[in-house]
Nanobody
Framework: QVQLVESGGGLVQAGDSLRLSCAASGGTFTNYVMGWFRQAPGKERQFVAHIRWSGGMTYYTDSVKGRFTISRDNAKNTVYLQMNSLKPEDTAVYYC????????????WGQGTQVTVSS
């Protein structure tokens, strides 16, 4: 059973940086896509970025392009989300998720980590 554990959230000021980590276990992730999502209070969960574990192809939502970078460390089975130039509108609970390449939906989710950006 796939387990995902996020860490690295916190309270920062606008313009600061944070790096989120997602430690993955319980599977062989070669054929997986790993994603980051976020959910702000009163809003629907929003896709942020994803990375294909094999090959490292990435994709970002427009609002974070140029500011956020998703990466993975194969040896540590960990996916990262480097967030720079943070804005108050980035405030949300950030979730790590996993799906296989052929799946249409993410089936495995972490518990989430809170990111709060003050103005």
């Amino acid at each position: 059973q796939v387990q995902l554990v996020e860490s690295g959230g916190g309270l920062v000021q606008a313009g600061d940086s944070l790096r989120l980590s997602c430690a993955a276990s319980g599977g062989t992730f070669t054929n997986y896509v790993m994603g980051w999502f976020r959910q702000a209070p009163g809003k629907e969960r929003q896709f942020v970025a994803h990375i294909r574990w094999s090959g490292g192809m990435t994709y970002y939502t427009d609002s974070v392009k140029g500011r956020f970078t998703i990466s993975r460390d194969n040896a540590k089975n960990t996916v990262y989300l480097q967030m720079n130039s943070l804005k108050p509108e980035d405030t949300a609970v950030y979730y790590c998720a996993a799906r296989t390449l052929i799946a249409s939906e993410y089936n495995d989710w972490g518990q989430g980590t809170q990111v709060t950006v003050s103005s």
